[in-house]
């Protein structure tokens, strides 16, 4: 089950960032809706950046996170056994 609640809280909260940095960096004409404003005749060009910029965004984001928690990991596994302990010992 926290696997699932993993994946569902990041594809929440990366998911809403996505449009809100796509409205950021896109021009005021079509910073309301990705999917009409990438294929807008004026703005498309700008719209697509735009929607690149916010995408590279929100992955250099995922990895921040995905840093810190691994290395959050490590620190609190650094004392633990690497092999297993049998009971004799």
């Known amino acids: ?3 699932e609640f993993g994946t569902l ?3 929440s909260i990366l998911g809403s960032l ?12 079509v ?4 999917d009409h404003g990438v294929n ?3 703005f498309g060009a700008q719209a697509v950046a735009a929607y690149d910029t916010a995408y590279q965004q929100v992955l ?3 990895l921040v996170v995905a ?6 990991t490590a620190r609190c596994f650094r004392g633990n056994p690497k ?3 049998s009971a004799d010992q």
Do not use: K, N, Q, T
């Open 9 to 11: 809280v990041a594809v």
């Open 60 to 62: 250099l984001i995922a």
């Open 83 to 85: 092999g297993a302990v």
């Open 18 to 29: 996505m449009p809100m940095f796509y409205a950021l960096h896109a021009p005021a004409e």
């Open 31 to 34: 910073a309301h809706d990705v």
């Open 67 to 72: 840093l810190v928690a691994a290395v959050i």
């Open 1 to 3: 089950v926290s696997y």
């Open 40 to 42: 807008h005749p004026v």
